[in-house]
């Protein structure tokens, strides 16, 4: 138990578009999740925090109109890059913890984002 | 905030030797810590993890410490194998039964020569 997938698994787009990560507890209900982005041979940076049915709280310095984030389900959390620069170039891993459990923190395989 | 120190940032070692990489965190309500294993390209796998309520856990070769006073945290790996080559992340949170946000340390990346 306790899987989460993201998906794309990686995704290469042009200067200026948008793109959509999902992600998803396969077979628990999330309450909480968090996106990470971790740039190659660094640790994982906390972007925000995601609660379902409410607002993202975002970290200081993380641009919450470039990052949307929308917590819709218990089992569904999307993290929009808007207009994205070859500086949002990274890797974006996602967390869930379970609904009524402790600190444990499952993650997602990650999604490599290229931008051109 | 919290802040997560861990050292060191690299570690080789030989096969069959221990390895021990070592974490310190600055807010002392931070009551949970575990420890990820990272390899290329793929997610951090918790390995294990320790509550401020105790001391020390173990789970095979693995094993975990806990200071409070001295807000510090150990990993001790024992009988390293070439599968152990990773990269090893420390974390702190805080929160009982609402997950808490970690802050991660820095890493180790631990080689392991056959």
């Known amino acids: 138990g306790a899987v989460v997938s993201q998906h794309p698994s990686w995704v290469i787009c042009k200067s200026g578009t948008s793109v959509k990560i999902e992600c998803r507890s396969l077979?628990?209900?999330?309450?909480?999740m968090f996106w990470y982005r971790q740039f190659p041979k660094q640790s994982l940076m906390l972007m925000a925090t995601s609660n379902e049915g409410s607002k993202a709280t975002y970290e200081q310095g993380v641009e919450k109109d470039k990052f949307l984030i929308n917590h819709a389900s218990l089992t569904l959390s999307t993290l929009t890059v808007t207009s994205a620069h070859p500086e949002d170039s990274s890797f974006y891993i996602c967390?869930?913890?379970?609904?009524?459990?402790?600190?444990?923190?499952?993650f997602g395989p990650g999604t490599r984002l290229t931008v051109l | 905030g919290e802040n997560v120190e861990q050292h060191p940032s690299t570690l080789s070692v030989q096969e069959g030797d221990s390895a021990v990489i070592k974490c310190t965190y600055s807010d002392s309500a931070s009551n949970y810590f575990p420890w990820y294993k990272q390899e290329l390209g793929k997610r951090p796998q918790l390995i294990i993890d320790?509550?401020?309520?105790?001391g020390e856990k173990k789970d095979q070769r693995i094993a975990v410490t806990l200071n409070k006073t001295a807000k510090h945290f150990s990993l001790h790996i024992t009988e390293t194998q070439p599968e152990d080559s990773a990269v090893y992340f420390c974390a702190a949170s805080k929160g009982v039964t609402n997950a808490g946000k970690s802050t991660f340390g820095d890493g180790t990346t631990l080689t392991v020569k056959p």
């Open positions: 967390s869930a913890c379970r609904a009524g459990g402790n600190n444990e923190q499952f």
């Open positions: 320790i509550r401020s309520n105790v």
């Open positions: 077979d628990f209900q999330a309450t909480t």
